[in-house]
């Protein structure tokens, strides 16, 4: 997302650091991060009021309730990423990348999570139920990633 378009070129290594420099487009860095930048906002202020409805209206539950949803996705993906990333043929240095571009590029996650969300929702008040199927498609996303992104994807 937004976080991988802003600290690539931002900080000059990864994908987009290599496209701008294989393209001999130097000025196209900075377009670059004001859209990772944009997009980074857009998705905490969008994840915000999303999140709204789902938490309830006892201040205590709902500061609970934020955290489970915005620190469980944040650290299972901060622990699965980087563990894919030691399956790859370059070494361990992809999996520092790779955790640092999780850590960062999720960080917003956890900005949700931690702000207390004073503000009530409107409308309806959503309920969430455990639901298998979707532990199943984590599942299996986590699947694919270790036995098919983890070690690569070429393409000669």
């Known amino acids: 997302g937004g976080g991988y378009m802003m600290v ?34 857009l998705g905490l202020v969008a994840g915000r009021r999303l999140l709204l409805p789902w938490l309830g209206d006892d201040p205590p539950a709902r500061r609970a309730r934020s955290r489970a949803l915005g620190l469980v996705p944040y650290l299972a993906g901060a622990a699965i990423v980087p563990l894919s990333a030691l399956l ?7 999996m520092a990348t790779s955790a640092l571009s999780t850590f960062g590029g999720c960080a917003w996650l956890v900005w949700i999570a931690l702000d207390p969300l004073t503000e009530r929702p409107e409308g309806r ?32």
Do not use: H, M, Q
Request: no cysteine; net charge positive; glycine share 16%.
């Open 88 to 94: 790859n043929p370059y070494g361990a240095k992809f």
């Open 125 to 156: 008040r959503g309920e969430l139920r455990r639901s298998p199927g979707w532990i199943v498609a984590g599942a299996l996303a986590a699947l694919f990633l270790f036995a098919v992104l983890g070690p690569g994807v070429r393409f000669d």
């Open 8 to 41: 690539d070129p931002l900080f000059g290594f990864g994908d987009w650091t290599a496209f701008i420099e294989l393209a001999g487009l130097p000025w196209l860095r900075w377009p670059i991060i004001g859209v990772g930048v944009g997009l980074s906002v």
